[in-house]
């Protein structure tokens, strides 16, 4: 008979039908009871052995780790855990494992030691519902902006200009490293680089998603990001998936609709398409809190913070009134936020944006009109001549999980901010093009991909939300 994953078998009502499943042994007890997973669900069939007429060797090759393949008949099961067993009628070995060599012991494995073999993590628990969660947070946000009539637009990976004027972009070459070639004044010639110029991995897509949006209106982006800045904590990635919508005729109001409606609908595609998930997830929490103190023990459970993220609206304001908050509050007995005292102008710190989300408003909050200092280049400048029009959205437990503005339209505006920085104009002058032919108001943001997985599983490491994760000294898989 044809296989059938264990997801669908779990709710199928039993008749004596025969049936194949194909998976990896979890566990193998007393010789008679297999524990088979396929990572559709985190759910394993439970495949009874006729043990008194199984070939002695065969058994042996049933292992932790081990690839099967089982026919036989769907049953009522005898147990109390699940609805349904499979009587097998024949095992085949797919592929062997050998229990003393396979790392993935029966028990429980502490995530920094499966972050260390992160090729075989995805056969637990944790990691499959972790994966299938983000899987349906992907699909979620082609499915929203495409109900929207957006574009998805791919935007280059490798590019000459640095979006974000950070300096925090890795090289890209072809030229041998060992014998770089030379200008007469000592400098790396470039032009005799593949592409004739110094290039990059992109750290975003917005500059050239706002030239799509400049013609198809709407559009987003959704790739691999890349930052060789820090990203020795727990929020950061040196590669990371962004969404990048940019909308033509958009101000920054309508892009914070748009950025809540977006987290409010895969959140809640999530919630509908992954609750299985979610559940396992939302007790793995509740037990890794119980070795925590009372009062650092978070006050809602990951389903309860879940569906109150959809079912309320964010808390808006700007970054003056946030400091003027921040100023004002006492985070611990002892101290106050030391650098805000000094005043307005300083860059929140992610001890602030969580201030503001979990003890001030306790729930998920957009700030908007940043000092025009502490935003990128290309960010409307208000009126004030001291703020632009930037939004963030902070999250519980995660800080920043989208920036975005209203960009500057005004070509003699962004060219004169662009003076004021240094960034060079004759190297973007496609971007100032827009500017020159039909530019319009218009808006987007970015949203870190994995910040809304973490938020969404409710790890605690940005590193256990991506398959291969990237950060310094850590390229292994
Ligand atoms: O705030 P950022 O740097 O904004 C931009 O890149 C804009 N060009 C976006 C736009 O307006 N189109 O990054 C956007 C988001 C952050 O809010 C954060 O969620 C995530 O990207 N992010 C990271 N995620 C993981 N690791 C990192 N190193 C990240 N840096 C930013
Ligand atoms: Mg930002």
């Not at 070939?55 to 932790?64: P, S, V």
């Not at 939302?282 to 037990?287: D, F, S």
């Given at each position: 008979?044809?296989?059938?994953?264990?997801?669908a078998?779990l709710?199928?009502?039993p008749?004596?039908?025969?049936?194949?499943v194909?998976?990896?042994?979890r566990?193998?007890?007393n010789?008679?009871f297999?524990?088979?997973?396929?990572?559709?669900?985190n759910?394993?069939?439970?495949?009874?052995?006729?043990?008194?007429?199984?070939?002695?060797?065969?058994?042996?090759?049933?292992?932790?780790?081990?690839?099967?393949?089982?026919?036989?008949?769907?049953?009522?099961?005898?147990?109390?855990?699940?609805?349904?067993d499979?009587?097998?009628?024949s095992?085949e070995i797919l592929?062997?494992s050998?229990?003393?060599?396979?790392?993935?012991?029966?028990?429980?494995?502490?995530l920094?030691?499966?972050r260390?073999?992160?090729?075989?993590r995805?056969?637990?628990?944790?990691?499959?519902?972790?994966?299938?969660?983000?899987?349906?947070l992907?699909?979620?946000v082609?499915?929203?902006?495409q109900e929207?009539?957006?574009?998805?637009?791919?935007?280059?990976?490798i590019?000459?200009?640095d979006?974000?004027?950070a300096?925090?972009?890795?090289?890209?070459?072809?030229?041998?490293?060992?014998?770089?070639?030379?200008?007469?004044?000592?400098?790396?010639?470039?032009?005799?680089?593949?592409?004739?110029?110094?290039?990059?991995?992109t750290?975003s897509?917005?500059?050239?998603?706002?030239?799509?949006?400049?013609a198809?209106s709407?559009?987003?982006?959704?790739?691999?990001t890349?930052?060789?800045?820090?990203?020795?904590?727990?929020?950061?990635l040196?590669?990371?998936?962004?969404i990048e919508?940019?909308?033509a005729?958009?101000?920054?109001?309508?892009n914070?609709?748009?950025?809540e409606?977006?987290?409010?609908?895969?959140?809640?595609y999530a919630?509908?398409?992954?609750?299985?998930?979610?559940?396992?997830l939302?007790?793995?929490?509740?037990?890794e809190?119980?070795?925590?103190?009372?009062?650092?023990?978070?006050?809602?459970?990951?389903?309860?913070?879940?569906?109150?993220?959809?079912?309320?609206d964010?808390?808006?304001?700007?970054?003056?009134?946030?400091?003027?908050?921040?100023?004002?509050?006492?985070?611990?007995k002892?101290?106050?936020?030391?650098?805000?005292?000094?005043?307005w102008?300083?860059?929140?710190?992610?001890?602030?944006?969580?201030y503001?989300v979990?003890?001030?408003?306790?729930?998920?909050?957009?700030?908007?009109?940043?000092?025009?200092?502490?935003?990128?280049f290309?960010?409307?400048?208000?009126?004030?001549?001291?703020t632009?029009?930037a939004?963030?959205?902070?999250?519980?437990?995660?800080?920043?999980?989208?920036?975005?503005?209203?960009?500057?339209?005004?070509?003699?505006?962004?060219?004169?901010?662009?003076?004021?920085?240094?960034?060079?104009?004759?190297?973007?002058?496609?971007?100032?093009d827009t500017?020159?032919?039909?530019?319009?108001p218009?808006?987007?943001?970015?949203?870190?991909?994995e910040?809304?997985?973490?938020?969404?599983?409710?790890?605690?490491?940005i590193?256990?939300?991506?398959?291969f994760?990237?950060?310094?000294?850590n390229?292994?898989?």
């Open positions: 008979s044809e296989r059938i994953k264990i997801k078998l709710q199928t009502t008749a004596e039908q025969e049936v194949n194909k998976g990896w042994v566990t193998f007890r010789n008679q297999i524990a088979l997973n396929d990572g559709s669900t759910s394993n069939i439970q495949i009874v052995v006729d043990f008194q007429n199984t070939d002695e060797a065969l058994l042996k090759r049933i292992t932790t780790g081990a690839a099967l393949s089982v026919t036989g008949i769907l049953v009522a099961s005898l147990g109390k855990g699940q609805a349904v499979v009587k097998a009628t095992i592929g062997d050998d229990p003393e060599k396979y790392p993935l012991q029966p028990k429980k494995h502490s920094e030691f499966l260390e073999i992160a090729h075989l995805f056969r637990t628990n944790t990691f499959g519902a972790i994966f299938r969660v983000r899987n349906s992907s699909f979620a082609h499915q929203f902006f929207k009539g957006f574009v998805y637009l791919h935007t280059p990976v590019t000459a200009s979006a974000e004027g300096g925090e972009a890795f090289k890209v070459t072809n030229l041998d490293l060992n014998n770089l070639p030379r200008t007469e004044s000592g400098e790396i010639d470039y032009k005799q680089d593949f592409f004739g110029r110094a290039t990059n991995l750290v897509g917005q500059l050239e998603g706002e030239l799509g949006a400049m198809l709407d559009i987003y982006t959704f790739g691999p890349f930052r060789a800045e820090n990203s020795n904590t727990t929020r950061h040196a590669e990371f998936w962004m919508p940019e909308m005729f958009y101000d920054l109001a309508d914070m609709d748009l950025a409606g977006l987290l409010k609908y895969v959140i809640n919630l509908e398409h992954n609750a299985e998930d979610i559940e396992f939302t007790q793995r929490l509740l037990e809190e119980k070795s925590k103190p009372q009062q650092e023990r978070s006050e809602m459970t990951l389903l309860e913070k879940l569906q109150f993220c959809l079912n309320n964010f808390e808006r304001l700007t970054y003056t009134q946030a400091i003027e908050i921040l100023k004002d509050s006492t985070p611990n002892k101290k106050k936020f030391q650098y805000l005292i000094e005043g102008g300083a860059d929140l710190q992610s001890e602030h944006e969580r503001l979990e003890k001030h408003f306790k729930k998920p909050v957009i700030l908007t009109d940043y000092p025009k200092e502490i935003k990128s290309y960010m409307r400048q208000n009126d004030d001549g001291k632009v029009a939004m963030d959205i902070l999250f519980p437990g995660i800080g920043e999980i989208v920036g975005g503005s209203q960009r500057e339209e005004r070509l003699e505006r962004l060219e004169q901010r662009m003076d004021e920085i240094g960034i060079p104009k004759d190297e973007l002058w496609w971007y100032l500017r020159r032919f039909g530019g319009c218009h808006a987007g943001f970015g949203l870190g991909f910040r809304l997985v973490l938020f969404v599983t409710g790890m605690g490491n590193r256990d939300v991506i398959p994760p990237r950060f310094p000294k390229a292994e898989f």
